[in-house]
């Protein structure tokens, strides 16, 4: 029966059932410590679990937790309450391949944009010596933004040890020769029981990226031991006869990942992402940018931002004035402003149906330069015989017809360039605004600056009750980063007044904040303070 909500699990509140899997159920939650909505995964509380399904429980938190990347799925924490055991994860807000592909085969340019993240991600587990063993659409997920996430490593490999864990999702045997994983996104040799490297999960997933693309199994038969003898023997049904309009180039990756041999397959899923890559960037008319509702190239941010809501709503407004046209976030280096302007036009996205585009400027050291970089932002086709400004204003006068948001990061030093925006957006009218972050104002006709200020601290003299201490923005920012490499870290009684001392120390800028609570297993808040305070009075 699945859990109420409101039901507690340690610091984490059941919000309502996502899905069920092999390993147990898996739920929406809030980290009432953090104040953030988490994915969490129980194994469901039994007296009767076995040694083995808590071994395999921890060995997806594990072989997950192992992986840093952004198209697999972050782990937060595993624990357990009682007697039942979770995993805290990442939530993705998003659907399964599996229920994308409910209405058949897929676009290829879609197809191409997600099969070149999973790729990317697989490369990354298979480099550090992890093997799914399991991927199939249900544990592949395409996020609301557009960016593909690898799930559910209960059945991951460390390769060349020998141990695997069974998700459960088949094992017809529990020894020498086991058969573990899905079987109609098994490879010939994980059929067989053998022994298997990376090469394996290529096979499962040109079987994802065949159906795809097709809209059907490679190796769909009435009954499981069909099924298996048909991946042992038979071959795939021709791309082309399903699906004449799938580019040959993709066609060739998909039948060299379903080679019968691995040896036949590639030799590194590099080189398979590699070549993905290429066709994603390189084929006529392909997007270059992931998959998204509108045009944006906004990079994903892994955390979330903490102590900003009344900055970003005030800014929101102001973006949101007809006649604005620029509006420069700035302070001190360290203060948030690059996080707080992504997080601003992140949210903004529907605002700006021609698209939300993101420009660093923080390596451009020509301030002629900035142009061009935003003419390759935007991918506007150059013409060799004009500037990149002409064709900037050409495009400006001609083509933008639904209102644009371009973010320019660090622009402090190109200070010189600020007089070009102001002809920009009198070129682009109401249709083209600016955020531009920047230590200093540009100074230029109809700018409105926006000073972001230090996050909120208490008075260290008089600190309030914990619950109350927990709620400032700079308190919230260092237990959350803390917590994160520390997972057993809270705010205590007995650690209150450091860490308190410590924001104030580090005057609530929320980059030596971070900085600080990453050191969190290397000190303690009592050591750091004291450390903090020798070098402030030296």
Same mark, same amino acid.
């Given at each position: 029966m ?40 129980l194994?469901?509380?039994?007296p ?18 192992a ?18 055991? $979770? ?5 993705i ?22 099969a070149?993240?999973? %790729? ?6 298979h ?13 592949l997920? #395409?996020s ?5 996430k690898i ?14 864990f ?6 017809? /045997? ?11 996104y ?13 090469? !394996?999960? /290529? ?23 069909e ?10 049904e021709?791309?082309?006869?399903? !699906? ?7 066609c ?13 397959? $590639? ?5 398979? %992402? ?10 006529p ?6 998959l998204?509702?509108?045009?944006s ?10 102590g ?5 709503? %005030? ?39 021609g ?10 050291g020509d301030? !002629?330069?900035?142009?061009s #970089? ?8 150059e013409?060799?015989? /004009?500037?990149?400004?002409e ?17 320019l ?11 070009m ?11 083209l ?11 230029v $006709? ?24 927990s709620q400032?923005?700079?308190?919230a920012?260092?237990?959350q980063? +803390? ?16 860490? %308190? ?5 580090l005057?609530?800028l ?7 609570? +990453?050191?969190i ?18």
């Amino acid at each position: 029966m699945a859990l109420a909500a409101g039901t507690r699990c340690g610091r984490y509140e059941i919000t309502s059932l996502l899905g069920t899997g092999g390993m147990g159920e898996v739920y929406r939650a809030k980290d009432l410590r953090l104040g953030r909505d988490i994915a969490i995964k129980l194994l469901p509380d039994n007296p009767v679990i076995s040694r083995e399904r808590l071994d395999r429980f921890e060995q997806e938190a594990r072989s997950a937790s192992a992986l840093n990347h952004p198209n697999i799925v972050t782990i937060y924490e595993l624990g357990q309450v009682d007697s039942t055991h $979770y995993i805290a994860m990442e939530l993705i807000e998003g659907r399964t391949l599996r229920e994308l592909l409910g209405c058949g085969s897929m676009p290829v340019l879609k197809v191409i944009q997600i099969a070149a993240q999973i %790729a990317d991600g697989l490369a990354k587990a298979h480099e550090v010596g992890i093997i799914h063993r399991d991927l199939k659409p249900e544990n592949l997920m #395409v996020s609301s933004e557009g960016f593909a996430k690898i799930l559910d490593f209960g059945v991951a490999k460390l390769a060349g040890t020998g141990e695997f864990f069974s998700a459960g999702t088949i094992d017809l /045997q529990t020894c020498a020769g086991a058969v573990l994983g899905t079987i109609e996104y098994m490879s010939p040799e994980q059929a067989r029981g053998g022994s298997i490297d990376f090469r !394996s999960d /290529q096979f499962s997933f040109g079987l994802v990226l065949y159906e795809m693309v097709t809209g059907k199994r490679a190796y769909q038969r009435s009954t499981k031991p069909e099924t298996l003898v048909a991946i042992l023997r038979e071959e795939p049904e021709p791309i082309g006869s399903l !699906s004449p309009d799938v580019p040959i180039p993709l066609c060739w990756v998909i039948e060299r990942c379903l080679a019968r041999e691995p040896e036949k397959r $590639y030799i590194s899923t590099r080189d398979l %992402a590699r070549d993905l890559a290429s066709m994603r960037d390189h084929l006529p008319g392909l997007p270059l940018k992931p998959l998204k509702t509108r045009p944006s190239n906004l990079p994903p941010q892994r955390t979330g931002l903490v102590g900003r809501d009344l900055e970003v709503a %005030a800014a929101k407004e102001l973006l949101r004035r007809p006649n604005m046209r620029l509006v420069t976030v700035t302070g001190p280096a360290g203060i948030g402003k690059t996080r707080l302007a992504l997080q601003l036009a992140g949210e903004m996205t529907q605002d700006f149906p021609g698209g939300v585009y993101f420009a660093p400027l923080a390596a451009v050291g020509d301030p !002629s330069s900035i142009a061009s #970089v935003i003419v390759q932002t935007l991918g506007i086709p150059e013409d060799g015989g /004009q500037s990149p400004l002409e064709t900037l204003k050409e495009f400006l006068q001609n083509s933008l017809r639904t209102p644009m948001l371009i973010v320019l990061d660090n622009f402090e030093h190109l200070i010189s360039a600020a007089p070009m925006l102001a002809e920009l957006f009198a070129i682009g009218g109401s249709g083209l605004k600016f955020l531009v972050t920047s230590r200093a104002p540009l100074h230029v $006709y109809g700018e409105q600056e926006f000073p972001v200020p230090p996050l909120a601290l208490p008075d260290p003299r008089s600190l309030p009750a914990l619950e109350a201490l927990s709620q400032y923005s700079a308190i919230a920012l260092f237990v959350q980063r +803390a917590s994160a490499v520390k997972p057993d870290f809270e705010l205590t009684e007995q650690n209150a007044s450091a860490v %308190a001392e410590i924001c104030a120390r580090l005057d609530g800028l929320p980059l030596a904040i971070e900085l600080a609570a +990453a050191r969190i297993k290397l000190l303690s808040p009592s050591a750091m303070r004291t450390r903090l305070a020798s070098r402030c009075s030296s």
